[in-house]
């Protein structure tokens, strides 16, 4: 199974501050990678699908990079309602693995 | 609007099996295939299996015996039996809804909490 690496597992920031995120497979994953945010009690929602592509409505401060094995999250300019958990998910092949999570708070 | 509606919470005893369900609504089930994820304490998420419309699956190796995917399309609905419940499989269940091949989970059920207490 490919493992997926995330960090870090939370952190603090401020309001308007830039931030990343990051997973690394175990293996090239060809940017088969999306990432999700949970709120506390709510189902996962789906940020970035195919490691850049931003779903319909999410908005633009957030963003996705990376190939190979080496993928980010970014967040431009953090706002409140950005606290939760975040994971990436591979679906390159079966069986498809999440990272840890990242827990985001807010200074 | 897309919707996956999942059945209500669960309280078993250990040992029995419970069936999840998941209906979907808003889209064209049969243009799409459905995912099945765990989300718990201990292992955070994992991912359970995937069933097409036409009832073809890919199982979790982890999750081999232990779940069962099904699905009856006349009524745009997907399940899932988990069989001879421990303490190990309270979790909260997701359907999420991903097309067959390399797609990602584009929505999600809102969650089914399974207790499994003596």
Same mark, same amino acid.
């Given at each position: 199974?490919?493992?997926?690496?995330?960090?870090?597992?939370?952190?603090?920031?401020?309001? +308007?501050?830039?931030?990343?995120?990051? #997973?690394?497979? @175990?293996?090239?994953?060809?940017?088969?990678?999306?990432?999700?945010?949970?709120?506390?009690?709510?189902?996962? !929602?789906?940020?970035? *699908?195919?490691? %850049?592509?931003?779903?319909?409505?999410?908005?633009?401060?957030?963003?996705?990079?990376?190939?190979?094995?080496?993928?980010?999250?970014?967040?431009?300019?953090?706002?409140?309602?950005?606290? +939760?958990?975040?994971? #990436?998910? =591979?679906?390159?092949?079966?069986?498809?693995?999440?990272?840890?999570?990242?827990?985001?708070?807010?200074? | 609007?897309?919707?996956?509606?999942?059945?209500?919470?669960?309280?078993?005893?250990?040992?029995?099996?419970? !069936?999840?369900? #998941?209906?979907? @609504? +808003?889209?064209?089930?049969?243009?799409? /295939?459905? =995912?099945?994820?765990?989300?718990? =304490?201990?292992?955070?998420?994992?991912?359970?299996?995937?069933? @097409?419309? %036409?009832?073809?699956? %890919? *199982?979790?190796?982890?999750?081999?015996?232990? /779940?069962?995917?099904?699905?009856?399309?006349?009524?745009?609905?997907?399940?899932?039996?988990?069989?001879?419940?421990?303490?190990?499989? @309270? /979790?909260?269940? *997701? #359907? /999420?809804?991903?097309?067959? +091949?390399?797609?990602?989970?584009?929505?999600?059920?809102?969650?089914?909490?399974?207790?499994?207490?003596?």
């Amino acid at each position: 199974d490919i493992k997926m690496t995330q960090s870090p597992s939370s952190m603090y920031a401020s309001l +308007g501050e830039r931030i990343t995120i990051t #997973c690394k497979a @175990s293996q090239d994953i060809y940017s088969y990678l999306s990432w999700f945010q949970q709120k506390p009690g709510k189902s996962p !929602k789906t940020l970035i *699908y195919r490691a %850049n592509r931003l779903v319909d409505g999410v908005p633009s401060r957030f963003s996705g990079s990376g190939s190979g094995q080496d993928y980010s999250l970014t967040i431009s300019s953090l706002d409140y309602e950005d606290m +939760g958990i975040y994971y #990436c998910l =591979h679906y390159d092949e079966f069986p498809y693995t999440f990272g840890g999570g990242t827990k985001l708070e807010i200074k | 609007q897309v919707q996956l509606q999942q059945s209500g919470p669960e309280v078993v005893r250990p040992g029995v099996s419970v !069936k999840i369900s #998941c209906k979907g @609504s +808003g889209y064209t089930f049969t243009d799409y /295939a459905m =995912h099945w994820v765990k989300q718990s =304490h201990a292992k955070s998420l994992e991912w359970i299996g995937i069933i @097409s419309y %036409n009832g073809n699956t %890919n *199982y979790n190796q982890k999750f081999k015996g232990k /779940a069962t995917m099904t699905v009856d399309k006349s009524s745009s609905t997907a399940y899932m039996e988990l069989a001879r419940l421990t303490s190990e499989d @309270s /979790a909260i269940y *997701y #359907c /999420a809804r991903g097309r067959a +091949g390399k797609d990602y989970f584009g929505y999600w059920g809102q969650g089914t909490t399974l207790t499994v207490s003596s």
